[in-house]
């Protein structure tokens, strides 16, 4: 393609559609420590402690629990017209939204479905946000410093690895078989592990989205915290520490089932040539790093995602199936 | 009965028969930390780095991996002999061991197997050793502090409940059905949960030994560092906490399989008239506060247990299954 | 003295003058996470989560600040009536108080000015209170799990040391001369390093409460609270390592002066003759274990006790000053 | 200037000239826990467990104690060659270093000294590192992860300033007088908080590496193993917090003297905008978040800085003191 990709700089927000925003409310602001930066009687914007723009997560309410968009933010506002060419040249539904068309506090963007069918923001311009890095009076909950990553569940992972590698992304981690299929694979702009990372499955579905927070004490504390109310039934998966990443995990679903990691602790993958760890799909500890085995769920569940009209994307099923690899602790028995 | 029980003061040491010591002493000393008191070719003392006395784990070379015997260390010498009579008049086999008899660095001890099946030492003497709470030059591993708790499965819950009872433990925590059927029960003398615990199965057998570190960062460590070596599978259970007794926890299995928990954080219980906290058995909370699965060897499997001649000891079948309860994430499916 | 001393099994709780109750609610509940138990117009009553018990500090509106009492709860009714024959014996001042006469929900009690000068009480009755261990929800702040020692000016720390002695409690560590003349000495009932210590100065005087917390980034946070709101001059010294005791700390000093250590991890002393360890004066890790200097203010400033009239009671001045030992970091210079 | 710069990555490492390589070995590998890369009888090439290229500290024997030269890597080969041209340009000593001729594992290389008379390299090419980041076997004593940034004494702060913005790198923060006098400024390339800073004093001299750890107990960690081996003196300054960067952090001494900072938990600052965060010199946060003191040593002891040919680079006093700002714990009264 002669058409320069955008220059992203890293994954900004993601946008969900939920059922019920008192209940959403709680968990995610109650529970999880989000900060309230924005709301009105159908949305409310969040962001994490650490986060000087003005969130980095839409809940709005709708009829149906379903991701909305995704969105980057681009290095310049030229990068949004980058954007809206290179996927129109794709041949991508794109949709071009002023300041005030699209969500709150964001400015000028383009959103498209991407050929591997989600729908995807990217922007330059959004409103600042106070400092509340130091604001320890505020944290609570899991203490969520900033959104780290979006996984996103797909039928044909070495489709989505090109069309990401094409974006300019690098690849930090992959999960691959004895051929070298591949199962998954992290890719990063920004100098983490990742910002995007691909789960085999029935797709275009949204897998999770990835909450950084700064020591394992704050996982746990997560978990606690369900625990004490009598709502363990939202731990779907661990705390555990991941093999890929080497971060430390717990998995939560939100009350309309949405899939949230706080996650602490990945590395550095700023330095230029940095290099693909490979891990190979029968080895126990890629998914679990101690050796747990994944919770069936986590393998199988994952949330619709809608076109530019609001409409729920149909899925494909997946080719490669990760967990009927029926090896050691982590595949499923 | 009219003989005084002796007064217990704690959960003393362990000893433990393993069929490789070179194997054992990789799991206990390299990988947990515990410090090497003392050695010879066919035994190991070990002890936490909080501990001021010999030992609190022996790890003796035998054919079979089994457990030799539990030890309590009682008040005064005289609680010795109030063990002895005790014993005796209750039936059991009972042996008197002079300093150098029995276990090394142990004065004058009495051992039995108690109504309910178990080889149980008491002594009063035991050597000092040097201070290392503060050299943290010397702690390694999962960093143990010291023995915490002995966790027995007995098919017999009641019984194991009124023999403690009468040895004048108190009673921390159980577990128990709509009808107040005991599951489960926590008994302490030293001022924590427990020094003792009782897993419904058959039994006489060693659940698991309870070693106490002083953070959860340190459990989390220990489980990294098996992963680290691809020892993955010495893991049984967690990183996870409990509902009973709040703490933090990681159970792993030696090279022989003998079952061992490395915990932190739980409460103080030295108060006269210190209420029991019973957990109904459909709470999923109680084994993991999280209501994570418990993993059915956790359940099922647990070490032989020694008489005084050195044989294995027959099991009885339990009588209430608790893996059986079907409720929630907790019990098995 | 032939009349036996009162079996104490803990410190129980401090009862504080403070000349702003709200101030002191903001300092000692916002601030700290103490849970009130109890409150009315001119007294709060707080405890830690980890507390069965009505309290572990009772904050009693004053014109002044002062401590009006430390309490000790003792093992049974009748260890009540041994210590007001104990005090009457030793002819201190006494005072019996039945429930209803005395601090909100403590039953029988008496209560003396000891051969220290010190106001202390003596009970075993007290109302419990609901368990709060694995209500996370309501941990905040510092998450004072629990009271776990008072610490008291005197000028005379052998009189101190010999007094206490006298009450049966056992000594974990000490600061020592050359000649072995004592600066400082902790001693316990419960199973931990001090239910009270004696820090060399003018007195009788409170220097400090100690709270339990169950983790050191517990004690970070609480720091990084104090500097969230901009009151970081409440943070009097620490966080730090202790030598003695090995605690990890800070130190609080609330709108009046109280000064109040968040605490955690020491050990186990509950083992039959329990050896002292002895510190030199000259080890300049004795008082912070990486040796840092100790703030003069620790050193110089403390509270004053109230006698059981509620008048302020003169102090002596000190013998041996330790502050004045030059030597390393630790002595001020 | 019409040259332009290169486009730097990140700082990549220091070489100190030690006068005592083997108890420059004890400090930096035995108790900071560094991975050995690489040794001959004259040298240490070392590396923290999540460094993927041949080093980021060398130990050098010399003569006296002095920074060899600190060391930038650069985007692409071609950098490199910039880097020559622009120190050039601005009329520097410059030394153009084939692979072989300049530090071991390292390319080709430009070193310069700067406007500011500091020793600095410039390099793309260096030997790739065995992945060692979950490896927990082999991690130890502080945990050094990864070489975070150089921090140097300079005594014209904006001089400064100015020559690293023209370098292209950010500024995260600063400390600022009531004129916006400027007293200290962090300087970043990578995403974190800084890659450079700059304290106010007689220079050009060192003033401290910057190493990155995961997590606050592994600074603790740090402490306590000194403490533990009664090096004590090693440690010169906290644990504390800052307030700038508001990471967790601990200064420690090596024999030679030269100053480093176990220091963890800073914050993302790749957004394209990022704006600059201004503390007021008179805000006793500012250094430390809790308000306590800092040491005179800390602000007025540095390491000498060679230039080319291997001689001490006379220094120039300061101009403005940030030291002698006498408000709060924070200035030396």
């Known amino acids: 393609m002669n058409t320069p990709a955008p220059d992203v700089v890293r994954s900004a927000y993601a946008q969900l559609a939920v059922t019920d925003l008192g209940a959403a409310r709680w968990f995610w602001v109650d529970m999880l420590g989000f900060h309230v930066q924005y709301e009105d009687t159908n949305s409310l914007c969040l962001r994490g402690t650490d986060e000087l723009t003005h969130h980095s997560l839409v809940l709005r309410k ?6 909305d968009h995704i969105s980057y933010r681009v290095r310049t506002p030229e990068d949004v017209d980058k ?9 991508c539904p794109v949709r071009r939204l002023k300041r005030g068309e699209g969500t709150h506090g964001v400015g000028d963007a383009v959103r498209v479905v991407d050929p591997l069918g989600f729908p995807v923001e990217f922007f330059h311009d959004i409103d600042r946000a106070e400092r509340l890095i130091q604001r320890y009076d505020l944290h609570r909950g899991a203490e969520v410093a900033r959104l780290d990553h ?3 569940c797909t039928p044909d992972i070495p489709a989505a690895y090109a069309h990401y590698k094409s974006l300019g992304f690098g690849c930090s981690e992959t999960i691959e078989g004895d051929e070298h299929e591949l199962y998954a694979a992290w890719m990063y702009r920004k100098q983490t592990v990742h910002d995007v990372a691909f ?3 029935a797709g275009p579905r949204l897998h999770h989205l990835g909450l950084a927070t ?3 004490h704050q996982v746990l504390r997560t978990a606690d915290l369900f625990g ?3 709502k363990e039934h939202h731990i779907e998966r ?7 990443s080497n971060a430390f995990y717990v998995y939560l679903r939100d009350p309309d089932g949405h899939r949230v990691e706080i996650y602490t602790s990945d590395y550095y993958t700023g330095d230029p040539g940095h290099e693909t760890y490979r891990w190979n799909v029968h080895d126990d ?6 050796g747990n085995a994944v919770i069936e769920s986590w393998y199988k569940e994952a949330a619709p995602v809608l076109d530019l009209g609001g409409n729920v994307q149909p899925v494909t099923e997946n080719r490669l199936d990760e967990s009927a690899v029926r090896i050691g602790a982590d595949g499923l028995g």
Chains 1, 2, 3, 4 share one sequence.
């Open 285 to 290: 500890r890629r998914r679990d790093f101690w």
């Open 228 to 230: 004490a109310v009598r």
């Open 83 to 91: 954007a809206e060419r290179y996927f129109n040249e794709l041949g």
């Open 238 to 244: 661990g705390p555990g520490r991941h093999g890929v």
């Open 62 to 67: 709708g009829r149906i629990a379903a991701l």
């Open 199 to 201: 789960t085999g499955g």
């Open 150 to 152: 979006f996984n996103i």
């Open 214 to 216: 700064h020591e394992s």
